[in-house]
């Protein structure tokens, strides 16, 4: 008999793996950080054995573009015209806070995330040194990057470089690892961004940047000579599969077929994008063309909330919209864009994104007995259109139970949401526009 830690005894489990294998009563075994055991449920089961009734086991969601901080500003950015949102109503909110208050917001933004399925992000904002470790603190599974911009390029670089010194560059390694972030196409010029291309091959670390986000961003691109954004960043060397690109919502047809066709892996945010900009991003085109898509929820403040399931909805029903095509974006794509593809779009599909013998254990229960979810025919279309997050009753990340029974079992999620609420409060009255 095996030394498993933990065996989790299912109604279902969904494993995502290539043949798309479910077990029906199933069960997974987890071995210190790794699942040892996926299958019917063996005859003795091993180690703590957990009960999840009513439940369906499948892969922990992975969220590739978020910034938990910025849980703080929800509600202070409300229906705010095109190209206002940024530079109007989010950047005078931001100098209001200081790294205690972002903390804060952070943690509170984890517990959101943990809370609803989420057990992988891709977390980006600026003063990330002063947030990764509570993103650390929170048991999420995170890849951190700092934000980059020419106007603060020195002291940007220099804690990039702290944070690939603290936590490396591999995820096989580390359950948080850095990335590199410049901001934006805009903000970020050619001398930035190559010195940023050339860290990224000195270092192994992907890139994560946000691409043709507003009109404001291809104007001044465009004012500077360059053709377009995607155009400007494949000069640079700065397509490709270990660039993650966030939006791409002002895409030429053009462009999104470049960026497909170099691999590159995009952060898919429909409901930031339709929120902020009344978009729909080209995403279907790019991932025909060769993209690797992963989804993300973007900051509490875009929309309102970081909540995974609500996200691969979103995406069928506005992609579907774009394409004039209820064909399109069928259900089992979405659900991979939040696991195995999002997993692969952060290059660690060889370690989660399925449930599968070896690979680490982060999995999430979701509780199937509610009448949205019944009856329970197609669990995948169930899973995409009819789950909430408030529906998962059960996480575990690297093999460490995080949730149950729906409550956060190492997070004092009281004393989280009190100081995060004290630390917005005094937010609201100088929010601009309201
Ligand atoms: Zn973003």
């Known amino acids: 008999m095996r030394a ?15 043949g798309e294998t479910r077990y029906s009563p199933g069960a997974v075994a987890i071995e210190g950080d790794a699942i040892g055991y996926v299958g019917p449920p063996p005859r003795e089961p091993g180690g703590t054995v957990i009960r999840l009734d009513g439940c369906v086991l499948l892969p922990g969601l992975v969220d590739v573009h978020t910034h938990t901080p910025m849980w703080l500003f929800r509600g202070l950015t409300e229906d705010v015209p095109r190209g206002e949102w940024l530079e109007g109503r989010m950047r005078p909110l931001e100098a209001l806070v200081g790294p205690r208050e972002l903390r804060a917001g952070a943690l509170a933004g984890c517990l959101e995330l943990l809370t609803s399925g989420v057990t992988t992000i891709a977390d980006r904002y600026s003063d990330m040194g002063a947030v990764a470790g509570v993103v650390e603190e929170s048991g999420l599974r995170a890849v951190v990057a700092h934000s980059l911009y020419d106007r603060d390029a ?7 470089e702290a944070l690939l010194e603290r936590f490396g560059v591999d995820p096989a390694r580390s359950r948080v690892w850095a990335g590199l972030g410049p901001h934006a196409t805009d903000s970020c010029g050619p001398e930035l961004l190559r010195r940023v291309a050339e860290l990224a091959e000195r ?17 001044a691109v465009r004012a500077r000579g360059d053709a377009g954004c995607a155009m400007y960043l494949d000069e ?36 930031s994008n339709a929120k902020l ?18 989804l993300g929820t973007d900051a509490a403040c875009c929309n309102n909330g970081m909540e995974l399931f609500a996200e691969m909805r979103t995406a069928g029903l506005l992609n579907k919209v774009a394409a004039d095509d209820p064909a399109a ?44 979810l019944l009856p329970w025919h197609d669990p995948v279309a169930n899973l995409v259109y009819a789950a909430r997050g408030s529906d998962v009753s059960a996480v575990f990340v690297d093999g460490r139970p995080l949730v149950l029974d729906r409550r956060p079992v190492r997070l004092d999620a009281e004393r989280i949401l009190a100081d995060a609420t004290q630390a917005a409060r005094t937010l609201a009255p100088l929010a601009v526009g309201r």
């Open 4 to 18: 498993w830690s933990y065996t989790l005894l299912a109604d279902e489990v969904l494993t995502l793996d290539a």
């Open 154 to 160: 020195e002291r940007g670089l220099e804690e990039t």
């Open 203 to 219: 270092s192994g670390a992907r890139v994560f940047i946000h691409l043709a986000q507003a009109e404001g961003e291809v104007a």
């Open 236 to 271: 640079l060397g700065l397509l490709g599969p270990t660039v993650v690109v966030a939006h791409g919502t002002y895409l030429t047809d053009g462009e999104a077929d470049l960026v497909g066709r170099r691999g590159t892996a995009v952060a898919h945010c429909p409901s």
């Open 277 to 294: 900009e009344g978009r729909v991003a080209p995403v279907g085109r790019m991932r025909r063309a060769g993209a690797v898509v992963g």
């Open 329 to 372: 974006f069928p259900a089992a794509d979405l659900l991979r864009m939040a696991t195995t593809e999002a997993a692969a779009a952060l290059g660690i599909g060889h370690l989660v994104g399925s449930l599968e013998t070896g690979k680490r254990a982060d999995l999430i229960a979701v509780d199937r007995r509610a009448p949205h």
